[in-house]
């Protein structure tokens, strides 16, 4: 229990100390107009409170990320605690914060206009693309996902099909309607449940002393199953995504870059929405073990139930917090998926409207963008395309990459201490390349199946081009300052 106090005191610690010093380092002015009062068109540039606006931007990016991905990679041991305290503060907090703010400098841009701006016209080109297809994947994935649980929580006659229907119509509106309608209205509800949720179950163990058998003091060791074969490093940060950083985050902000009223909030809203998931990750990181009795017995129940996180979360909730806690889970299995397909879709129309100068104050051009997009979506719901989804941790994780070295370029160019992202776009350059290299053949998510060490000379050699590359362009800059980004 002392190791949960002391890294749930670190995280919070980390939003006042290193928090303020980012927030610093980009310099926000709370005196220079935002996006909402400047472009306000009341769809999507609409001035909301400030508590909306975060537990909206909290949902956007949380979801169920932080519990399952937490469940799954607390079984690498205690290493995990490290990687959910240490990604969040200095890597994720950070992604988070610098891109939204950049969105808010850049009049609401979405993510590929911004690392379009900053690293040029062909990296925009392949951001898009990437970031369409993740989006779309995400869509489809929690339409299919809760519909299914609906389905077996309901009578027979309202089968998957007809939740998948339900799903998706509410996704189109959520997509068409102003953002202070539907989403401004229901996103704060279910984001303080998912808060409640994970407070509830850290009053639990601490009223009631529940031993959290962290296992510090026997080393940072590997306790996963799957042993030498599921290294540490990059199979756990890779499992941990949302819980420390994650790209996906990168493509929610612009939302609500557009509604943030002044920004000497982007700190509580972006860089605090961040860090209550990373307390979110930590409570349920300890949850799990302490639930189980420890790592070897949570390798055990969820090879028991299929690796299926949701049956612990149910589990632990009623047993834990009762009734209440059922509904909670409930809450959380179902609702939180929903409410991450739903912005999914909505910022998906944002981008292609930003990437193809389509206004979208009008109702009729808001259709013309998602049309397709409901079209395309509703196709890979009839796709078996698991293989695909597999890959989704890790896509998402490359994602990072590319916000992490333009936030790195647009630091520099303004002249302010680009090393704050710098230094964690090395760090996910080498994680994510070196995981693709590394993960093995013919297991869940297949890689190239190279050994270890050769994957992390390769995912170092990547690194270090990546850093050239940024350092002969600064050069380059220092020299003719007008000059751009190619």
């Known amino acids: 229990m002392t190791s949960f106090i002391i890294a749930l005191v670190v995280l919070i610690a980390g939003y006042f100390i290193y928090g303020a010093l980012v927030e610093k380092v980009f310099a926000s002015d709370k005196n220079r107009k935002t996006p909402a009062t400047t472009m306000s068109d009341g769809i999507d540039y609409v001035a909301m409170p400030t508590w909306k606006v975060f537990l909206i931007q909290f949902l956007n990016i949380a979801g169920v990320g932080p519990i399952f991905g937490a469940i799954m990679g607390i079984m690498y041991g205690p290493a995990a605690f490290l990687w959910i305290v240490l990604g969040t503060i200095f890597a994720g907090a950070v992604h988070d914060y610098i891109s939204g703010m950049i969105s808010v400098r850049m009049g609401g841009k979405s993510l590929p206009e911004i690392v379009g701006t900053e690293l040029g016209k062909k990296i925009k080109l392949v951001m898009g693309v990437f970031t369409c297809v ?72 601490i009223v009631n002393g529940v031993n959290i058998p962290d296992g510090f003091a026997d080393g940072l060791s590997n306790r996963h199953p799957g042993g030498e074969e599921a290294p540490i490093f990059p199979m ?23 509604c943030l009223k002044n920004e000497k909030y982007g700190r509580p809203v972006f860089y605090g929405a961040m860090v209550s998931e990373g307390i979110v990750a930590l409570i349920w990181a300890a949850a799990a073990i302490a639930f189980t009795g420890g790592y070897d017995k949570l390798a055990g129940y969820m090879a028991a139930n299929g690796q299926d996180a949701g049956i612990l979360v149910h589990e632990v909730c009623v047993k834990w917090l009762g009734t209440f806690g059922g509904i909670l889970a409930i809450l959380g299995v179902i609702a939180a998926p929903i409410t991450t397909g739903d912005t999914a879709m909505r910022s998906l129309r944002l981008i292609i409207a930003d990437s193809i100068g389509i206004s979208q104050q009008k109702f009729l051009k808001r259709i013309v ?21 597999r890959y989704f941790a890790w896509c998402n994780q490359t994602l990072s990459i590319f916000t992490l070295w333009a936030s790195t370029v647009y630091l520099a160019r303004h002249g302010k201490a680009y090393v704050i992202t710098m230094i964690p776009a090395m760090f996910m350059t080498m994680l994510c390349v070196t995981f693709i290299c590394y993960a093995p053949l013919g297991t869940y998510i297949a890689g190239l199946g190279l050994p270890l060490f050769v994957s992390q000379i390769i995912g170092f050699v990547a690194m270090a081009v990546c850093t050239t590359s940024f350092y002969v362009w600064k050069k380059t800059l220092q020299s003719s300052p007008e000059v751009l980004v190619p």
Not at 155 to 163: G, I, K, N, V
Not at 166 to 183: E, G, H, Q, R
Not at 244 to 258: E, K, L, N
Not at 369 to 389: E, K
Request: glycine fraction near 6%.
């Open 134 to 205: 993740l989006l779309i994947m995400v869509i489809a994935v929690f339409v299919r996902t809760p519909a299914n649980l609906l389905a077996t929580l309901t009578p027979e006659y309202l089968d998957a099909t007809f939740w998948a229907v339900c799903i998706f119509i509410y996704y189109i509106l959520a997509t068409l309607l102003p953002v202070d309608k539907l989403i401004g209205n229901l996103y704060p509800v279910f984001g303080f449940a998912l808060l409640f949720m994970a407070v509830g179950i850290m009053g639990y163990m």
């Open 369 to 389: 963008v998602t049309l397709p997009i409901v079209a395309l979506s509703y196709l890979l719901l009839n796709i078996n395309f698991d293989v695909l989804w």
């Open 236 to 258: 756990m940060c890779i499992s941990i995504a949302c819980g420390a950083i994650s790209g996906f985050h990168a493509t929610q902000s612009p939302m609500m870059a557009r």
